[in-house]
């Protein structure tokens, strides 16, 4: 039995897809609720109005317009003149905003074949386009991370090997040493190995979170529901005294920021890196620091507008100094000791031993006082530097 034309007005009038109707001119005569939850427009914002309403320009309308009347568009049965399926378009929202569209249309003809309007429905592709890039993302994800693995599973077997080495050939103090950066080399290497296991994870899953990372912008969130916060559990001992602090490095020289990053990560500190002064209070902002250890020498932001900013918006936060000269070319440093600045080192590569005792004497001035003391600046001979 064939159905009332009132249940077809009810199904068009609650489709969720949109549907718009516009005679021969381009005046739309019909838009149901799924064209105004989807475009914004209410029903008397766009009745009566040129269909140019919805789209962003007259070409692109005049595409849709052309492309129905195309031979090459002709459906598969039956004559299919003056139908498209699945064109893809592009339709205008209320705020403005361009959204695509896949609209299957058709020309509507009167009992001479003479043109009195067409009918659309269109549907907001954005989600599909969405899934799409998802599932082709997921499969570059899974290989980037099994290529990785294999990487990372001959740095494991090195790793290893080096170990027994220095157990073979290593005076008891050099042991000790070397086998905490070989342990530090190691924890790196885990960590990496987590994060592609992790991956591969939300690529099966198809599911991930996101976080904040700069300006707004957001990033992948690759948290370890297992992995426990390095700097809750460090806690400084006779052997780290410099244990569980959180220092933020600035250079603008990467290999720098990351050798100290393994030196310092290797006495059970916590350090994240800034390649400026600009970078470094965004960092600043988004979590809280012990301390602070930057180069003097830098495009946007030198040492000491840089210590200058931190003093302003943290009084309270020690500020280090470094520089790869043993004077005070721009006299930088020496602005900055006249300001209140407490900690300078001078001399990059940086002496590890002379790094430490700085750190402690800014943070854990206690412990300091148990550590052989280095040949460190002091303010009062900085300032005697040219």
Do not use: W
Not at 36 to 64: C, W
Not at 251 to 260: M, P
Request: hydrophobic share 40%; charged share 30%.
């Amino acid at each position: 039995m064939s159905l009332p034309l009132q249940y077809f007005q009810k199904l068009v009038e609650s489709c969720p897809d949109i549907i718009i109707a516009v005679d021969k001119r381009g005046t739309i005569t019909f838009y149901n609720d799924g064209a105004r939850q989807n475009l914004g427009f209410s029903p008397d914002e766009v009745l009566g109005k040129n269909v140019l309403e919805i789209y962003p320009t007259m070409e692109e309308a005049r595409r849709v317009m052309a492309a129905m009347r195309a031979d090459e568009m002709r459906a598969d049965d039956g004559d299919g003149k003056g139908r498209v399926r699945n064109f893809e378009t592009i339709f205008k929202t209320k705020k403005g905003d361009n959204i695509p569209v896949a609209i299957s249309a058709s020309i509507i003809y009167d009992e001479k074949g003479n043109e009195v309007g067409s009918i659309g429905f269109a549907k907001d592709i954005r989600e599909i386009r969405r899934r799409d890039r998802l599932v082709t993302l997921a499969e570059v994800a899974v290989g980037l991370s099994h290529e990785i693995n294999n990487s990372l599973e001959v740095l494991v077997n090195q790793i290893e090997m080096l170990k027994k080495y220095v157990g073979r050939v290593a005076a008891d103090e050099e042991f000790i040493v070397e086998s905490d950066r070989l342990e530090s080399a190691a924890s790196q290497v885990k960590k990496i190995q987590d994060i592609t296991a992790r991956i591969g994870q939300m690529a099966e899953e198809g599911e991930y979170g996101t976080k904040e990372y700069l300006s707004g912008k957001l990033m992948t969130d690759l948290h370890l529901d297992d992995a426990s916060d390095p700097c809750e559990s460090a806690k400084p001992d006779e052997n780290f005294p410099l244990g569980g602090l959180r220092i933020l490095v600035v250079d603008d020289d990467a290999g720098v920021c990351q050798s100290l990053k393994d030196l310092l990560e290797a006495e059970r500190c916590c350090i994240d890196t800034a390649a400026s002064g600009v970078f470094a209070m965004q960092s600043l902002k988004r979590q809280q620091f012990d301390l602070v250890l930057s180069d003097v020498v830098m495009p946007d932001m030198d040492g000491y507008q840089l210590y200058q900013t931190v003093k302003q918006a943290t009084p309270k936060l020690p500020v280090v100094l470094m520089t790869a000269f043993n004077y005070d070319k721009d006299h930088v440093i020496k602005r900055s000791c006249l300001e209140g600045l407490q900690g300078v080192i001078f001399k990059k590569p940086v002496n590890p031993a002379m790094l430490k005792q700085v750190l402690l004497q800014q943070c854990r001035p206690e412990a300091a006082a148990r550590v052989t003391p280095s040949s460190a600046m002091t303010p009062a001979s900085i300032q005697k530097l040219e």
